[in-house]
């Protein structure tokens, strides 16, 4: 393997996606460093969750190329999506299965394992996140929102990928449990050599847990670095995401 290679997790170049006659992603480049937390902003419907997907392998691209972790991913393949540790924005939880089966699923999907090994894996993750082993018998309707946060971080984790992919993982969340998310998010980055992939609004996670944070306007990424760099960027839409009237309404109430 190169030195390149080794240097990123996922090499996007050139990618190009759309439906019918939209076109989301236009040549969009992008690269993310290993053992990097890496934000992803972008106005609503600009295309982060199609990028996401697309760097997965559940959205086919018209043209360009991606590679993750060295290794290329088909312009058409269906990817095994569950062997890669993704938190979806919406519908995290199959919501007929328990907490346990949950976290188990994607065992079950890629593995052949007894049960009592699944079951111990899935008690390991939920402590992993900060849950008891008493919650793994509940179902989804049962947990509040920041423990179904967190189980759809266990269920993640569960075959221990090298990346991780989150779509607004605090979304909904207050900002004490967010703040708590932020810091497991960083903590398993930290103990488990993790790259991360994270789509967020949250100003707050940008700021103190993402290594740099990259801006996705016009269907590519127009500005990437840490985010004091973002906040100088003299792009028009980043300006007006990071100085706009309600970000430095919301930045005067962080100081
Ligand atoms: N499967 C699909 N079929 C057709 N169009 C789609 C599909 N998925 C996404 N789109 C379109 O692609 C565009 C980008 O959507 P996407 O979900 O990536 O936005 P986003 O940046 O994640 O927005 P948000 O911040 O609101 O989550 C939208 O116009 C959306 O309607
Ligand atoms: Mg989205």
Redesign the pocket.
Known sequence: MSEQQEEFAIRVRDLVVG??R?T?LDHLSLDVRRGEILGLV????????????TIIGL?PRRSGTIEVMGQPIGGRTQGAATAWGILF?QGALFSSLTVRQNVQFPLRENLVLSQELMDEIAIAKLEMVGLRAQDADKYPAELSGGMTKRVALARALALDPPILFL??PTSGLDPIAAGDFDALIRTLQRTLGLTVFM?T?DLASLTTVCDRVAA?ADGKIVAIGPMRELLQSEHPWVRAYFHGKRSQMLQHEMR
């Open positions: 439906f019918g939209q989301v972008g106005a609503s419907g600009g295309g982060k969750s199609v990028l996401m997907r959205i924005q779509d607004e789509v609004h996705l």
